[in-house]
């Protein structure tokens, strides 16, 4: 609208019919944010608790697998497939008991912490001695057995990710023996 200082009427520049109230289009940049909130991936720690979706990962058959199935000489084809279930099982068992062990040394770390807040909350009274020193006693004794639980749960998943490795090692040979054997019969070379 415009407004005229000599006759003080107002005139307007637009049609009613016209206006729109919020179709002012600026050109705005989005900037990302300096960091980004990712929410914690959870990694079931019981993936074969579900028995009906364990069955189907062991017997499921996909269109592969059946055609594999219908040529009676290809034993590698199939062992190779059986293999490569395996694989998939213990990777699967073993990024379960590292979802544990990540759940115990979070617990872990949370009663660490709160113990320690304690124990700089009890040498900060202003009475030494006596009860207070007890308590700091009983903390400090705590602090040291949650050490020992965080070192001991360290090296359980240690040794545990040792044997399953070994086994996934295992059979990720015996795939790889097979597999080429399939391929070998498939081209009848």
Known sequence: ?????????????HRASAYRP???HASVSYAAPPFQI??????????????????DMM????????????????FPGERANLQNRQIHFL?????????????????IDYREAGASSMLTEVRSWPFPGGLTSKRASELEKQLLELNKEQWAEEVSCWRDTGRMLTDVFEHWSEYSEHSRRGRLMDFDL
């Open 1 to 13: 609208m415009d407004f005229n200082y000599a006759f003080p009427t107002y005139e307007p520049t």
């Open 38 to 55: 990712m929410p914690e991936k959870q990694t079931p720690t019981r993936p074969f608790e579900d028995r009906e979706r364990l069955m």
């Open 59 to 74: 017997f499921r058959e996909d269109d592969h697998d059946r055609e594999a199935a219908l040529d009676p000489l290809n």
């Open 91 to 107: 990777l699967d068992h073993l990024a379960a008991r590292h979802a544990i062990s990540y759940q115990i040394r979070k617990n």
């Open 22 to 24: 919020y179709s002012h």
